[in-house]
Structure formats: C-alpha cells, structure tokens
C-alpha cells in the first residue's frame, strides 16, 4: 500500500522536479511506519506460532479396544498414550495424539499385552482423560501374548511374542501379527494373528 | 480359521479407508456471526512451518545437489496427511485463529443441529468431525479447504508435473488434473462417500497446485538458492489463493439422492436467512470479487455436454424457490 502511495505521488508531481524527491521522501517516510507495524505484527504472530508449536505439553490418555480375533476370540483392551500437544489445546473434538503406546488386553482364549508406537486422530468429547472416538489410527506394537486355548487339537498353554500393526479408521479397527512361540519345541513355532474390532 | 480371518479383515479394511477421506463443512451455520479474519495468523503458521521444512533440507548432505524440484518435493511431503492433516487440525484448535462453532463443546454439539445432523448411526459418512468455518481473506472457508489445498493441491501438483512429463502441453496437463479431481468428487471422494460433490473442494485443491507449482516456477518463484542451500524468496500469503469459490454456501455441493433426503429439510429450514442484511452483503462483496475459474469453466463444459449434473439446482436459493431436484 506504502510503495503504491508514494510511487502515485511521485508520478503525479513528475513535472516539478523539486517537489518531486520532497513528496518521494515524504511518501517514504509516511510508509515506514506502517511497514515497520506490519512486519512486527507479522513477527510477533511467528513468535506465538513458534510458542505454540514449541511449548507443548506432555500428556497420557487413556484409549479403548474390543476385537473379535485369531487367536484371542473376543478380547477387550486398555492402553495409554504418552503424547505432547500444545496446552490450550483441549481435544474434546478431534486432536493428533502420537506417542508411546502401552496396552493390555485379556480375552476368552489368552491375554495380550503390547508396547509401541502409534499416531491417533481421536477426541475425548466430554471425558476427560479418555480418548472416546478413534476416528483414525496407525501403530506398531511389539506384543506378548500368553494363550490358554483348550481345544481338542491342542490344549497346552503357551506364549508368543512379535509384532502387531494395528490400523484403525472411522473407529474400525483392524490388527494383523506375526507371533513366534518362546517355548522351544519342534513345528508350529509361528502364529498370524487378526482382528477386527472397535477403538484402536 | 486364521487365514479366513485375516481375509476378513483385509478386505474389510479397503473397503472402509476410502469411505473416510473427505470431511465435510456446514457452510451456512456460521451465517450472521462474527468471525474475525484469520489471514495474518494463517500465514504466520504456514511460513512458519515452510521456514522449517527448508531448515530442515538445508541442513541434509548433499544439499548443493538438490534440485528446486526435489525441495518442493519436501514441502508437499510435510503438509500431505491422509484424512486429518496438521494444518486443518490446527486450524480448528489453535487460539490464534478464530472460527465458529467457537469452542469445541460447541462444535460437538452443531454435529447434531449442522445440515447433516440428520443421519442414521450406520452412515459411515457422518462419523467423522465436521470442519469448523473460519475467515480468510474475506471469505468464510471450512477448515477442510486447507487440508484440500495442501494435500488435494499436491495431488494435483503431482498429476499436472506427470502429464507435463509426458509432453503434454500446460492447458492439455491442466484439464487433466481438473478432469481428475472432478472425477474423483463424482465418484470415490465425493458421492460415492460422504454423498456430496463439492466444487469448492476443488477449487481449494487447483489453487493448492498452484502454489506448489509457484514454489519453483514462473515469474517470482518462492523458492530460491542462498548459498548452498534454498530459502524463500518471498513469504506465503493465503490472498494470492483464497477466492469466494472456496465458500461452500456460495459455491454450493450437490448430494446424492440419499443424502439430499437428509440435507434438504435443514436447508429449508434456512430458507429464512437468505434476506438477512448480512447474508445480502456478503453475497454482494462474493459477487463483487467473483471470477470465472479453470475449474468452473470445465464444470460448464460437462454441464452441457451432459456429463455432469448441473449442482445449482441443490443451492440454498434453489431449494427455498423449490426449484431442487
């Protein structure tokens, strides 16, 4: 705005060149002010940005699951998040929670607990330090599972660990492993395990 | 057993990730309420957030070999989200920048009375967040707009530079990335979703193309060489791309047949707000500023061509005349 003012000033007096550096200096002079408040104006914005992103503040909710699943059957879990967001930030509507994740998950056939890392797009709507809706989620978790099957087929008691990726989106979860069996014994020493449920 | 399961699941899975990738916006319910501009605070964040991506290539080996290309590359990777991106989020949280529903209690609560509170418990459209609206440049944008100018525009970006790689022509490569995006609105972005077809969605995603091409190319680019590494050469400024078609109420969606059952009764009950002064004084300023865009122009073309419907028809004046399907 500046720049146009003096450069319409400038113009316009062209034909008296006296006047003509007087109205340039004036315009800039009028103009540095207002340059100088837009560019602190635009500084100080930068700086509560950088506030914001930069003072964040560490957190743990807790987060939901109930699958139907391989080799599990029904299991219901619950497990925390350790995350950092900025600290007015509520998330009674929908935040970024990224982070160490810790779960355990009993179920019919076995128990299951697990530790890794997961990015969740939840919100807690009116609950405090729950995260109610998973809307969408990633994750990686290396899981202990300790299984106490009876069927015909095969009934010892037995623990596996391994890995899980867990994806979860519009609150559907699905998780797929690969599980080695810790016991040393002769065949059948890998599981896939799978399910699909609720939360994350 | 296992492996029925795990095909289960994974059939199930493709089947619901598409099904999510679009959040929607009430245009209307920030109507008559003040929102306070949010340009300044918005360009802050995004220059703040390019100054870190560029620190962040600056400071990697082999930094004199990058081409400006590859840095525009970094850029789109670091705003690109799928869903939910950072920038939309922020958006709809941050203290900085003001928006309606003003606070979240609210926001959950206009889930239920916005255009498309009226819904079934299985309609998987509806379970995600709805974007809050907030003020750019003079226009009322849902927070959405953002994450389709970021990531629909890298989509775009990413097309327009393929179809150029190609030997195609700067016109032949720009309809194709609108004939892209229109596609996608008609089929797995818009209807075949949420049920809606939003041009203003992609207008957001054109202009997000835009920019991203303008990073490397053209007159002023925004990128520039600093030594061995790049900087910008000049700052962001949403000015340059926020236009009145981005306004959902102004540019208005169309709907499917399932979601229009659903959406028309809460238009016609806005039908009220259309003489409001502050309604009649946007729409003059919208009208005032209003160009013919690329994307529009391609939309009349398919109007007349008979390969697209006509969505004015589902406009909230249309739908108060009784003049919609």
């Keep these: 705005m500046g720049v146009e003012t003096s450069s319409g000033e400038f113009t316009a007096l062209k034909p008296k060149p006296i006047l003509g550096p007087a ?47 391989y080799p599990q059957s029904i299991s219901a879990g619950l497990g925390v998040v350790r995350y950092r967001l900025p600290e007015s930030w509520e998330c009674v509507t929908t935040c970024p929670f990224r982070g160490l994740t810790l779960q355990v ?42 299984r106490w099957d009876s069927s015909a087929l095969d009934s010892a008691e037995r623990t596996f660990a ?12 699905f998780s797929i492993g690969t599980l080695r069996r810790l016991e040393r014994v002769q065949g059948g020493d890998w599981i896939v395990t799978a399910g699909m449920g609720w939360g994350f | ?11 199930l899975a ?29 360009n802050a964040k995004i220059n703040y957030e390019l100054q870190k991506v560029i620190e962040r290539v600056n400071g990697r080996r082999g930094i004199r070999r990058l081409t400006c290309d590859t840095v525009a590359d970094h850029v789109t990777a670091h705003f690109r989200m799928l869903i939910f991106h950072p920038i939309e989020i922020w958006a ?17 609560q206009s889930r239920e009375t916005n255009i498309f509170g009226n819904h079934g418990p299985w309609d998987i459209g509806t379970w995600l967040p709805f974007g809050p609206t907030i003020e750019i440049h003079g226009v009322r944008i849902g927070t959405d ?8 525009g890298s989509s775009y970006y990413a097309l327009y530079r393929r179809a150029q790689r190609q030997g195609k022509s700067a016109a032949e490569a720009e309809r194709t990335v609108i004939d892209r995006g229109i596609f996608s609105e008609q089929t797995y972005l818009g209807y075949g979703t949420s049920g809606v077809m939003s041009p203003a969605d992609l207008e957001a995603n054109y202009r997000g193309m835009t920019f991203y091409l303008g990073l490397c190319n053209g007159d002023s680019p925004q990128l520039e060489r600093d030594g061995d590494g790049y900087r910008l ?45 502050w309604v009649v004084a946007q729409r003059r300023r919208y009208r005032e500023r209003d160009t013919e865009t690329p994307t529009e122009l391609r939309m009349r073309q398919l109007i007349d061509e008979g390969k697209q419907e006509d969505l004015s028809v589902y406009s909230l004046d249309a739908t108060c005349e009784g003049a919609g399907p």
């Design chain 2, 1 to 11: 057993m296992s492996r029925r399961v795990i095909a289960c699941c994974l059939v």
């Design chain 1, 23 to 69: 109205a340039l200096l004036a315009g800039c002079l009028l103009a540095a002010p207002s340059y100088g408040a837009e560019d602190g104006a635009e500084r100080s914005l930068m700086e509560l940005v950088r506030e914001e992103d930069e003072r964040l503040k560490v957190r743990w909710d807790l987060f939901p699951r109930v699958r139907a699943g």
């Design chain 1, 105 to 146: 998950e009993p179920g019919i056939r076995g128990i299951q607990l697990s530790a890794g890392f997961g990015t969740l797009v939840a919100e807690k709507r009116r609950k405090a330090r729950f995260l109610s809706d998973v809307h969408l989620a990633f994750g990686v978790k290396g899981v202990l599972l300790h």
């Design chain 1, 162 to 173: 391994g890995i899980e990726l867990s994806h979860t989106v519009t609150r559907i979860n």
């Design chain 2, 145 to 152: 707009k953002l994450a389709h100018f970021f990531s629909g």
């Design chain 2, 14 to 42: 493709l089947v619901a990730a598409p099904a999510t990738r679009a959040l929607e916006t009430d245009p209307y319910e920030a109507w008559t309420h003040e929102i306070a501009d949010g340009t300044d605070a918005l």
């Design chain 2, 92 to 108: 709809s949280k941050s203290p900085l920048i003001d928006r309606y529903p003003p606070t979240e209690e609210a926001e959950l």
């Design chain 2, 233 to 277: 050469a000049r700052s962001f400024d949403a000015r340059e791309y926020v236009t009145v078609d981005w306004d959902e109420s102004y540019n208005n969606s169309g709907f499917n047949k399932r979601r229009w059952k659903k959406v028309r009764p809460r238009l016609l009950g806005l039908c009220a707000l259309l003489d409001h002064p």
